[in-house]
Every structure is written in C-alpha cells, then in structure tokens.
C-alpha cells in the first residue's frame, strides 16, 4: 500500500530551476525521515537533500550545496525539492527515499531530470 511518486522532472535550461514532488500514499505523516537522492548515468547515488526525523536537522549533499531545498505538504502528502541554478552534472534521476514508521525504507521509481540547452 505505501507508495513514493515523483513527477516534475523533465528538460531543465543551464542556469535554471525545478520542482520535484513525490506524492506518498497512503499518509506521509507515517513517514519519519525523508529526503532526495539522485543517480547520474555511470555514478553511484548520491544525497542531495534529506531531513532527520520531525525536521531536527537538514542534510546536504556536497555537490548541490546551496542550491537545493527540501519542504513537505502534509496536507498534501507530499514531500517536495527545490533546485535552482542548475547545471548539467545535475542530469540524473531523482528519487525520493522515506522511513516509514521509522523502521522501514522505501523509495520512489524516480524521475529524470536532464539539464541541457
């Protein structure tokens, strides 16, 4: 029944920004630790931006330091990231990962981002 849905990807200009979503059934609030990774075609997956259990403390990955943000909508049960200024070594496929209940990982499908003009 626990479902992770990204969506936003698609076609992003050098110099641009995003937004991903990443739709959770049947409740983000069973969710304790979220966040984004991607997976560059060839590379190893990587954090982009995550958060530890009730937002105490917000993790960045060394390569989109300054330029990602992480927020969720409970009342949408959706966990969203936020990128600007991208550049092409941002092309990867964005996945978004949750702890359900604090004990269980689970993971999106992934959504393909290629920045590229």
């Known amino acids: 029944q626990v479902q992770l849905v990204e969506s936003g990807g698609g076609l992003v200009q050098p110099g641009g920004s995003l937004r991903l979503s990443c739709l959770v059934s049947?409740?983000?609030?069973?969710?304790?630790?979220m966040g984004w990774y991607r997976q560059a075609s060839g590379k190893q997956r990587e954090l982009v931006v995550r958060y530890t259990p009730h937002g105490g403390r917000i993790f960045v990955g060394d390569s989109v330091k300054g330029r990602a943000t992480i927020s969720r909508e409970d009342a949408k049960n959706t966990m969203y990231l936020q990128m600007h200024s991208l550049v092409p070594n941002d092309t990867a496929v964005y996945y978004c990962?949750?702890?359900?209940?604090?004990?269980?990982?689970?993971w999106g499908q992934g959504t393909q981002v290629t920045v590229s003009s």
């Open positions: 990962r949750g702890l359900h209940n604090g004990a269980t990982e689970y």
């Open positions: 049947p409740s983000i609030v069973a969710f304790n630790a």
